[in-house]
């Protein structure tokens, strides 16, 4: 390619979305014109903020305190640097021992742990797209779905529940947000056989009515849950988000489930306000348990649309479901 022609996109017809592509084309340019693609990898690294923030944490708060704690390594806190105590006694020909040593500690511990030492970081197992994981990280409020830790905080990662190498899906149901911290001690040192908790999903009771639900009458669904309109509606578009499984009550739905009914809860709502522009509040119900009033023992969520005026005084809401206690 002439060399005008590679200047004129560079400087003029580039268009950029992120800093790949002048990122790749300087790392060809300085390793004459052909290098590995983990070499890019790396030089992409060097502009990743969220990756220098995480590698930050790790040195501050792990390896930095621990050689801290033995007085190898101090922090001048107010300019952030590392230094090595006693460094300048040292000699050059210790300084290159004690490099062949360090590099010889590595290469055993890599020789015995392999690459497994970065399974945290390798959980969803392969490319997740950019939109999907934003659609994630919104749902989440950008907040890690364990902790609560909000990502102004921590880098946040989304991550399969069920991982792909158990039988887990892409779908947005199967998919959480979760900070680094989270995230990594999230390890694979749990034996469970999550076959069985995807074969779960599966189940179904012979005579529930939402387990045999009449496909003419789910309205939308996703991989986990549907939507119908409940036949005996409190307002007009009162509608029941059902996870498909046959399960009890709320209390029991794994988080895959509780995710992709709320999926289907959002969408069910602004399906409702663009239908209808009287719509301008909800109540959202769930009874657990007889003495709560459930009379169908299959996990079914109310989507109850509200219109101004509906009742002469609606103050309470669901605090109405004990008579009397509405009103405070």
Known sequence: MPYDKLSDF???????????????????????????????AKALLVHDASQIEYYTRITNNMVGRVLRDHKYVE??????????VDYKTFTQEQISELIELCKKRLDTFLEVRGEKIFDHRRKSSGYIRGTIKYDVLKRARFRCELCGISADVKALEVDHIVPRNK?????????????????AMKRDRDDTDFRSIRDSYEYRE???????????QVINENELSYVIHDCFPVTERHTLIIPKRHVGTYFELSQAEINACNQLIKQAKDGIENDDSNVD??????????????????????LIP???????????????????KGYY
Request: charged share 20%.
């Open 75 to 84: 922090l001048n806190k107010k300019t952030k640097l590392y230094s090595l």
């Open 206 to 216: 012979k005579d529930c009515i939402f387990c045999e639900i009449d496909q003419d």
């Open 306 to 324: 509200r219109r101004s005026g509906d009742i002469d005084n609606p103050r309470g809401g669901v605090r109405h479901t004990i008579p009397e």
């Open 10 to 40: 560079i400087e003029n017809r580039m268009r950029m979305s992120h800093v790949y592509q002048p990122v790749m084309l300087k790392t060809l340019l300085e390793n004459n014109g052909q290098c590995h693609g983990s070499k890019i």
């Open 281 to 302: 509040g909800f109540n959202i119900g769930i009874n657990n348990g007889k003495s709560a009033g459930q009379t169908i023992f299959h996990c079914h969520i109310h």
């Open 167 to 183: 039988g887990g899906t892409d779908d947005q149901s199967n998919l959480q947000s979760l900070c680094y911290s989270c995230n």
